[in-house]
């Protein structure tokens, strides 16, 4: 029952943000009509992997060639956001509205740890929830991912640095829809979320990818109308 509720709650979460970006956003996207929903969500709701925590991606994706991702996710709020929920802003916050404990409160926690509102099986058994927002967060769970690069690694050596090509499907890139559904005003503390910028605090590229995948979509014709 409890798990209904909160699927509930995240789908109406969904429509509300999006009421929100429809209502803020007067111009049109560019190349393509604004997605009501997060694509990338519900590719990862789709996906037959199961959530296996961020220490699991550590071993391949902290490499010095490879970015240092793991150490730079420990810099990230994210990293950190059920430590949040201890602090004495969070409990003030909580006091307000009737939560003892908001380190315990699926109210809090289905933004604050990751994967909360999906069920048991979905999870290894291994899994650790108190990572705060990890990184199958925002790639969605990644189990069939470590196991592809598992047997690729052991089937083929590679030049250290080497950036390869993954197959669609088998882990997933964040889209705006995604941010979203954390980043809403059913949030106590929500702060207006420009998606462009918030990108920019917590991108981790490749260091031999020459472009970022993910990126705001651009009003460029605007800009050259208001120039001429
Ligand atoms: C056994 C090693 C290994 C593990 C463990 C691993 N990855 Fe990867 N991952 C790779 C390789 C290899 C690539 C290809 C890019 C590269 O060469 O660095 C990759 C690429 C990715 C990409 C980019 C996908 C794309 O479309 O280009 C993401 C996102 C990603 N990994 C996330 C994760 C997450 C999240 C975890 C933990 C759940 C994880 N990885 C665990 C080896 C690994
Ligand atoms: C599962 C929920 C969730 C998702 C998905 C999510 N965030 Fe967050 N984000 C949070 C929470 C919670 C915090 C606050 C953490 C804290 O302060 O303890 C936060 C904080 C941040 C911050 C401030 C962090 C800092 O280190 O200064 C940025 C920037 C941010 N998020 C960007 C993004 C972007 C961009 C995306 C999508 C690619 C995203 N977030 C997706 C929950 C989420
Ligand atoms: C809809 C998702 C969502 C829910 C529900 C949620 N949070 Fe958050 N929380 C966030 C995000 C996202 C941030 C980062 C703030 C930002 O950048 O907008 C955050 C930040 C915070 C912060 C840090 C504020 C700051 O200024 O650094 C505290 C404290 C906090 N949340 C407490 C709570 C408590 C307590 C609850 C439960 C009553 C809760 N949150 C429920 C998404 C959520
Ligand atoms: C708040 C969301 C968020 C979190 C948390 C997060 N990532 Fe990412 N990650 C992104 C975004 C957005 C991109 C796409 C960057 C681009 O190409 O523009 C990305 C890209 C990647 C890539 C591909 C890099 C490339 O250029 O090929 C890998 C690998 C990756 N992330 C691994 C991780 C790992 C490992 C963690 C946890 C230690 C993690 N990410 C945590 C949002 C996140």
Not at 22 to 41: D, F, G, N, R
Not at 46 to 52: H, L
Not at 126 to 149: I, M, N, W, Y
């Amino acid at each position: 029952m409890a798990k209904f509720h909160s699927n509930l709650l995240i789908a109406g979460l969904a429509l509300v943000s999006f009421a929100a970006v429809a209502s803020t956003t007067q111009e049109p996207a560019e190349q393509e009509p604004v997605k009501k929903e997060s694509v990338a969500l519900k590719n990862m709701k789709a996906s037959k992997s199961v959530y296996v925590g961020a220490k699991k991606c550590k071993s391949c994706h902290n490499k010095e060639d490879r970015g240092g991702i793991y150490d730079k996710w420990t810099e990230m709020k994210h990293s950190h956001a059920l430590e949040t929920l201890k602090g004495d802003e969070s409990i003030a916050i909580g006091k307000e509205l009737g939560i003892e404990k908001p380190w315990e409160a699926a109210e809090c926690l289905k933004c604050h740890e990751t994967a909360f509102s999906e069920p048991k099986e979905r999870k290894h058994k291994k899994f650790k929830t108190d990572l705060g927002v990890q990184c199958e967060s925002c790639h969605g769970p990644g189990s069939g991912h470590v196991k592809a690069r598992l047997v690729a690694a052991k089937a083929e050596k590679v030049e250290p640095g080497t950036l390869r090509e993954i197959e669609k499907g088998e882990i997933f890139l964040p889209d705006e829809m995604l941010c979203r559904s954390c980043h809403n005003e059913e949030s106590p503390s929500f702060e207006k979320f420009e998606f462009g910028e918030r990108l920019e605090k917590i991108r981790h590229l490749h260091p031999k990818r020459e472009k970022p995948r993910v990126v705001p979509p651009k009003k460029k014709k605007v800009k050259e109308e208001v120039k001429q």
